[in-house]
């Protein structure tokens, strides 16, 4: 097992690669077999992980250009582990509910590339190997949104793809700086994180480098003002692309904070505290505002992902145990739930071909087994306790409780905005009489959108009311980080900050 | 009184001559093999070409003499050997272009094959000299050769090209010889190393003299690497040559002349003038910003890609700007991934050389042309979106890698500022990069075209596509021992 990772991050690339000689009636069935053996191979990893074990596992080395100091090095920790399963079981779902019929064969091909970047992403432990994978996961994710999208998919896709590679650009010469720095310090050409982290960097240039990762990562969570291209590319977006993005894609800029942001500028973390917090109730607040005024079904979904992003990054930059695990679990969460929601509305788009509210209603007496999951799904979206969604919304916002009381009851009334449009929504669509007599006819969901379906249910609630399993990793990791966090501030702020941190776990 | 001057021809060191003496022998050999017979295929010289390249390329690379040799007008450091390598290869994958299964005007002349290595020996010789005389010669040689090579394409257009290119190059060559005169006439010298010493001895004394000659320098070398505002021609040129060649000029030329410009900057740079780094330091902003603004507007694909060379170029003369150890073994790294990468792309649009133009009175390969390729022809759609994204610079492509080395050593070099932006102008470059994959990918085809986007392959031309896109794809691998060669070299010429 010692190249498990490896396995686990080529594979889905080697299958699609093999995948071209299949015969496109089979293609589906292909792409669902390989999506499935690659999510045993993931929770195998689960297994073999060990809670209490070193800082990263499964971690593989060997040097590609040595003389700059880049290496092929790989590993994870309880944060990327879950993230990476979340990857591979999203992608097994969206293929299961998958009903395209143009080129599918390129499609399947497409999502099982996009499959690897993932995985690589998450599990990449050399800031080059990770930048590779990063951008390398925007060129399906543009085939796909351009190529199956709807009216204005081009124009979509293109945004897509030039915001976020114009913010990784910057971030591209954040890393660069970084790795010169590292230079002149030590005499090293190093690009692994495990050496960066281990550096002192003075306060003055960790400001600087913090604002070039931050934008590179921003655009991609993505985080207001930067968020513009998002509800274009939902907008546009196939079923099966809305699903990865909201569920995987977007999860890569928050991780980038996590696994970057925080143990390499732990002042600057300190420093912008109150700036990115600023920012993230803006984003939860205002996007919460424009999904209620939304028409459109997927619309409103997209503008509620978007508020959710607010509530993860406040929750990371708590910088304390509570927030940062909840905000990760929260990414894991918002994951399943937002890519249920897709998943959703794909169902009765297919169905009636629009996807305005407007032209619903009365659908809980019509489909009463699609309304009852919907309505769990909107319930966990909301943050209904005993489902997941509840577990990572009240740790992220307890988290940021220990820094500033205000801004997280300014932080939780997204929360209740959240359930108005979500109920808003629902009651619209569903309940009172049917707008239009093609609703009537509708049928209920089917065998293969129920096997889609009922799987992401069951996480929904097992996670709500036990999510030990999860949080218990997550945790240890995350303490771990926090811990070398402390040890490396410089500034007054930031050891009282990352001090309380402390105190808080010795009161555990 | 003539005195009599007597030379032993030991101390001449013919062997540093022996490159050029190769393929200069090869192409007058081609031209003696057609008067004997001239019902000759062309393959034969295709393949006689390559053998003549092969040979010199092993010379070049087996070279181990002095320095310098033939009244220390040669100069064969490691710099003149990387040139010369990368030129004969670069050569050596382009000449396979014109086994095409079309027939083609040019290559049925045996003199197209003898022009390309007279071609050849003029840009070694401009590499492998630091005395400007030497490098006049071989700048001339090499671009007689090739006006003539583009007007052999025998179109209304290529005519147009040749005579443009011509007229342009002949005022850059006027541009050179007035550099050098000024030069003689202040430092009494044309070799760059004397120049270099008496400049660091003067300290500029003859500052207005100098600085002249510098003006007339950038604006021959501009001509040649293409930058703006003397880049006027490039566009019309690539339009009228063929996609072979046009290729070709995007980058066999350019190493020779960012050689001469490595060589001919350093002394000033390394001296200490603001002037010039300044100078260079807009010329350079301006290059890369205007090109990639122009290139957004192109419709044909042959133009953007024209403008995007002009781009590539600005890009690595920012090596020749920050001038250290690790921004010129940057330099060598890009340039090298810039070829297979540009050998790949032209290669895949002279394979889909039609020659009626279905789709546009003006351009062969205008981006309808390619509307819907991947459902047409999948496997060939992908190989050139990959050369696409990694003229894009996305990861983990060929030029992916040497952006990442340049940018790491322009930081190095604490040139942050510019840093950021050549990333900035690589993101508004990405866009007209996927302006072609968004139309493979994303658009229908055109229903009425009947497309032949294969038209013009041969088992040859798909072999170079698919070799080319091997070292593309697979470049990661490729960076380490590339690294390793390049810096051997540079380092032991000193720069």
């Avoid at chain 1, 143009?102 to 800031?127: P, Q, R």
């Avoid at chain 1, 889609?452 to 303490?479: E, F, N, Q």
Wanted: glycine share 6%; with cysteine.
């Amino acid at each position: 097992m010692d190249h498990l990772l490896s396995l686990i991050i080529f594979f889905p690339l080697f299958a699609g690669v093999l995948g071209f000689i299949v015969s496109k009636d089979s293609i589906k069935a292909y792409g669902i077999s390989i999506a499935t053996v690659e999510f045993l191979l993931s929770l195998a990893l689960w297994f073999n992980y060990n809670p209490a074990g070193n800082n990263f596992q499964f971690v593989e080395y060997f040097p590609l250009i040595s003389a700059y100091g880049i290496n092929y090095h790989i590993g994870i920790d309880g944060i990327s582990l879950f993230l990476i399963i979340l990857s591979t079981f999203m992608t097994m779902i969206s293929l299961i509910a998958l009903n395209i019929e143009k080129d599918i064969k390129n499609l399947v091909i497409t999502i099982l590339v996009l499959e690897m970047t993932m995985v690589g992403v998450f599990s990449a432990l050399d800031v080059i190997v990770f930048y590779l994978f990063w951008e390398l996961s925007l060129v399906p994710m543009l085939y796909i949104i351009g190529a199956w999208g709807g009216k204005l998919r081009v124009y979509a896709a293109v945004k897509f793809f030039l915001y976020t590679f114009a913010g990784s650009l910057i971030m591209l010469i954040g890393i660069l700086y970084l790795a010169n720095y590292f230079h002149s310090v030590t005499g090293i050409w190093t690009f692994s994180i495990t050496d960066w982290q281990l550096l002192v960097i003075p306060v003055n240039l960790q400001i600087i480098l913090f604002i070039a990762f931050f934008i590179g990562f921003a655009i991609k969570v993505p985080m207001f003002p930067f968020h513009t291209w998002l509800p274009y590319a939902h907008g546009q977006a196939p079923t099966i692309g809305s699903i990865i993005l909201a569920a995987v894609l977007l999860k890569m800029g928050t991780y980038g904070f996590v696994r970057f942001s925080l143990p390499l500028f732990p002042d600057a973390s300190v420093y912008f505290t109150p700036f990115i917090a600023t920012l993230a109730i803006i984003m939860i607040i205002y996007t919460a505002m424009v999904a209620f005024a939304q028409k459109d079904m997927k619309q409103v979904i997209a503008y509620s992902s978007i508020s959710h992003m607010g509530v993860i990054v406040l929750g990371t930059f708590a910088l304390n145990a509570e927030g940062i695990t909840g905000s990760v679990f929260f990414m894991l969460s918002h994951g399943i739930v937002s890519g249920a929601l897709f998943m959703l509305v794909g169902v009765i788009y297919d169905r009636r071909h629009t996807k305005l509210m407007s032209e619903f209603g009365g659908l809980a007496s019509i489909m009463p087994k699609y309304a009852t999951i919907f309505g769990i799904i909107l319930m966990s979206s909301v943050g209904l306790p005993l489902t997941m969604g509840f577990v990572g919304e009240f740790l992220s916002l307890v988290g940021f409780y220990k820094v500033s009381p205000v801004m997280t009851a300014l932080g939780g009334t997204g929360i209740i905005l959240g359930a108005i449009y979500m109920l808003n929504l629902f009651r619209e669509s569903f309940f009172g009489k049917s707008k239009s007599k093609e609703n009537e006819k509708l049928k209920d969901l089917n065998k293969k959108e129920l096997m889609a379906l009922v799987p992401l249910v069951l996480v929904v609630i097992w996670l709500g009311v036990y999510p030990k399993p999860i949080l218990t990793p997550i945790d240890s990791s995350v303490k771990k980080m926090l811990n070398l966090m402390q040890l490396k501030a410089q500034t007054p702020e930031a050891k009282e900050r990352l001090l309380v941190v402390k105190k808080a776990k010795e009161a555990k | 009184m003539l005195h009599t001057i007597t030379i032993s021809l030991s101390s001449l060191h013919i062997s540093t001559l022996m490159p050029m003496i190769i393929v200069i022998l090869g192409g007058l050999g081609i031209l003696c093999i057609d008067l004997i017979n001239k019902n000759l295929s062309k393959s034969l010289y295709v393949m006689l070409s390559i053998l003549v390249l092969v040979i010199d390329l092993g010379v070049v690379l087996g070279y181990s003499g002095p320095s310098r040799g033939m009244f220390d007008m040669i100069l064969s450091d490691g710099i003149a050997t990387l040139g010369q390598i990368i030129i004969l290869v670069a050569s050596m994958l382009f000449i396979p272009l014109s086994l095409t299964s079309k027939r083609f005007h040019e290559y049925s002349h045996p003199e197209f094959f003898a022009l390309f290595l007279f071609m050849t020996a003029g840009f070694q010789f401009m590499v492998a000299t630091d005395n400007l005389m030497l490098i006049f010669i071989g700048l001339e040689t090499a671009s007689l050769s090739l006006y003539t090579i583009i007007a052999l394409h025998n179109l209304e257009k290529s005519f147009e090209a040749a005579i443009k290119y011509f007229t342009m190059g002949a005022l850059a060559a006027g541009f050179f010889v007035f550099s050098a005169m000024l030069i003689y006439g202040v430092t009494g010298s044309i070799e760059l190393h004397k120049i270099a010493k008496v400049i660091a001895l003067d300290s500029f004394a003859s500052q207005l003299g100098l600085l002249g000659a510098v003006a007339f320098m950038f604006a021959a070398l501009g001509f040649k690497l293409s930058f703006i505002p003397f880049h006027t021609w490039v566009p019309d040129v690539y339009e009228g040559a063929s996609a072979a060649t046009a290729g070709y000029i995007s980058i066999v030329p350019k190493i020779a002349g960012l050689i001469v410009a490595l060589r001919f900057f350093d002394i000033f740079i390394t001296a200490g003038n603001e002037w010039v780094y300044n100078v260079l330091y807009v010329i350079i902003i301006i290059t890369m910003t205007f090109s990639n603004i122009m290139a957004l507007v192109q419709d044909s694909v042959k133009r953007m890609l024209a403008y995007s060379s002009i781009s590539h170029a600005g890009f690595v003369m920012t090596a020749v700007l920050v001038n250290t150890t690790a921004s010129h073994n940057a330099l060598f790294l890009y340039w090298i991934m810039f070829t297979f990468t540009n050998l790949g792309a032209f290669a895949m649009l002279w394979i889909s050389r039609y020659k009626r133009s279905e789709f546009s009175a003006k351009y062969d390969h205008p981006y309808q042309k390619f509307a819907g390729m991947v459902t047409i022809k999948p496997v060939a759609a992908t190989i050139m979106a990959i050369f696409m994204l990694s003229l894009a610079g996305v990861p983990p492509f060929a030029l992916f890698w040497g952006k990442l080395y340049l940018l790491g050593a322009i930081i190095n070099s604490g040139n942050t500022f510019l840093a950021i932006l050549m990333v900035l102008n690589s993101a508004i470059a990405a866009y007209y990069y996927l302006k072609l994959v968004v139309f493979m990918f994303l658009k229908e085809p055109d229903p009425k075209a009947n497309v032949a986007y294969m038209k013009n392959a041969s088992t040859a031309l798909k072999t170079i596509v698919g070799f080319s896109a091997a070292v593309t794809i697979l470049a990661i691998f490729t960076i380490e021992p590339f690294l390793e060669m390049i810096s051997s070299y540079v380092v032991a010429s000193g720069f």
